[in-house]
């Protein structure tokens, strides 16, 4: 039987054009898909658009559109930009999509009957820019801390609340027990204790509904009130499947989302599968944010980086790999385009690229003929790559391109002749090819270019890989 594999991105929320925020994600969600075809794996890689609510209603009447027309237009802009950047997911998810929202009123209709569901008053503030609840003691200066310029409103409303403190033992146990049947991994581990800690200290029901939210799915039986965007949003994990007729592939093998919705994937989601008896995804990767320079990236800074600006600049394979290479794994990270070109640079231009036109010129005046080979995964390689570990795997990528460079130095390979520079040629193609392989899932235009030009049995040289940047 073959392996199956199930990878997702968030769906992204429409108030807000691609940038490399968004890029980062779905660029390790490409990155494990790849890794996991490579070893033979069927892969089902999602990603798309989250569409409802009110901030969505808020963007699209200042755009002066109807919150359809301006969904379709901010979706068509992430669904353009991720097949440039060669990342190739099966399926792009919309939450307008009428099958998805049957299949929204349906789980919630499913909930609702297993006694999860009842209907409350609801007092308190709503913030708008984060679509949720937020608590008094949540407030500064009477504000969210996430949108200090925003007005905080105070809200009193009918709402239907999900019993979410209900299942917190249940959830402790499963991410804590590795034998529990539930049981699922949350990386990196810093993140792990933090949701730990908080559903330690208790967790208040969830209100899974609004009653003057519009733009979002009725509740099914009670269609005044629309489904919260989160409850929504979270199921299209589910939906998509269901619509392809892929449910082989359920449940996820990893949700890759970044930490300001790290809440929602480990604590909500879980317990909205344990309601209606679904199976849980077996691990959530958290990244963290860039910063820029020193700044939160922001739209009223200027700062903001956008793919289409890397893409411009560093080409596709150099922009996947720049981010891949920074990748803001377990803390943010800080980049900028000085730093960028500097990377790109050492590592590409002179790195790899001129290891690889050092050893073909080598090889094309040896006039040798070379064994073709198809190399093995490196078993650090792969470790890493289990725990996401995106930047340390390239590392190691980095250290046999060294190793390889000195060797050249050492041996003075354009000086030997005969046996001993047949020797140093075959030991040296063996680690380029060594090299591609394992760049595969990075890089894979760089590593198929690499891979033909050292398949043998005549090696060539060809031109650069990146020529550097002024
Ligand atoms: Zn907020």
Redesign the pocket.
Known sequence: MDKKFYVTTPIYYVNDQPHIGHTCTTLAADIIARYHRLLGEKVFFLTGTDEHGAKVAQAAKKAGLLPQDFCDQVSQSFQNIWPQLNIKYHYFVRTTNPDHKKIVQAMLQKIYRRGDIYQAQYQGYY????E?F?TETELVNGR????PK?KIQKQSEKNYFFKLSAYVPSLIKAIEDESDPHHYEIIPESKKREVLSKLKVGVADLSVSRAHVAWGIPVPWDEKQTIYVWFDALLNYYSALEINHQKKFWPANVHVVAKDILWFHTVIWEAMLLSAGLSLPKTIFIHSFYTVAGQKMSKSLGNVITPHQLLEKFGIDGTRYLIAANFPYSSDRDVSWQKFDEKFNADLANGLGNLVARIAKLCENSQLKFEPAKPGWDRRYQKYLAKYQLEPALKLVWQWISRADQQVNQNQVWQQKGAALKKSLQSLVADIRQIAYHLQPFVPETAAKIAKQFAGPAIKTQPPLFPRLK
């Open positions: 913030c708008v820019g984060c949720k937020i969210c801390p996430l949108h925003q």
